[in-house]
């Protein structure tokens, strides 16, 4: 079954991954752009740093962007992993104050490209990458999201 070039927001995190590990799961879901939504992209991982990662992605075929913006802000980060709830509307807060141009870009960007946003956590409903998906497709129900 061949797999759609638009029309889905796939989701994806490093953690427990290899970098060769990641560019494979992004090639079998063959996606083009990958979005970086972390605050800052760097990582003590080997690969995982903002011009690893990059240089990883264009040996792949796969672009890179970091969208700084969509970050969760560090003094939210601790309490959002741990499940609290305030912590999570503080990022949709975030999300909808400043964040939002960045936000729409990606939302425009999935309905014609297949677009990972990327973080560290692997599960998709411990890291704010849950809020950014969660708010596209509210922005566009025709979006379908892809946990990878």
Do not use: W
Not at 31 to 52: Q, Y
Not at 60 to 80: M, Q, S, T, V, W
Not at 111 to 133: K, P, Q
């Amino acid at each position: 079954m061949a797999k759609p070039t638009h029309g889905q927001l796939l989701s994806v995190g490093y953690e427990r991954r290899t970098i060769e590990e990641l560019v494979a799961v992004l090639q079998a879901a063959s996606v083009e752009v990958l979005v970086d939504v972390r605050l800052n992209a760097i990582s003590r991982k080997r690969g995982f740093s903002k011009t690893a990662l990059a240089t990883a992605l264009e040996e792949a075929g796969i672009e890179y962007r970091h969208e700084r913006a969509l970050g969760n802000p560090k003094d939210n980060r601790d309490a959002f992993r741990q499940g609290h709830r305030e912590a999570r509307r503080r990022y949709e807060r975030h999300l909808s104050n400043g964040a939002s141009p960045s936000k729409d870009e990606i939302v425009e960007l999935a309905r014609t490209r297949r677009v990972a946003l990327f973080c560290y956590e692997r599960d998709h409903t411990e890291c704010h990458r849950s809020c950014i998906s969660a708010s596209a497709l509210r922005d566009a129900p025709e979006l379908q999201l892809v946990e990878l």
